[in-house]
C-alpha cells in the first residue's frame, strides 16, 4: 500500500534542477510536501501526481529526527 510517511526519502522520476535525487517527505495527506535533501527546497504536489512521479523500489531510511 502507499503508506508513505513524515521523514520518508523517497526518489522521484524526475532529478530536481539542482540535481538532488532524494527528496524527504514533510506532509502527508491530499497534498503532499517533499523536500529536495540536495538543495532544501521543498515543494507540495497533490497525492495523485506525487504517486505517479515517484519512483517504486521506495527506499525506507529516514532522517533523524531534531
Ligand atoms: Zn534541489
Redesign the pocket.
Known amino acids: 500500500m502507499n503508506d508513505y510517511r513524515i521523514g520518508e526519502i523517497v526518489q522521484m522520476k524526475k532529478n530536481?534542477?539542482?540535481g538532488?535525487k532524494e527528496w524527504e517527505i514533510q506532509r502527508v495527506g491530499m497534498d503532499f510536501r517533499i523536500r529536495?535533501v540536495?538543495?532544501g527546497?521543498s515543494i507540495m504536489l497533490p497525492r495523485t501526481k506525487f504517486e505517479k512521479s515517484v519512483k517504486k523500489g521506495r527506499k525506507f531510511h529516514f532522517l533523524p529526527e531534531n
Open positions: 530536481h534542477p539542482c538532488g529536495c540536495t538543495c527546497h
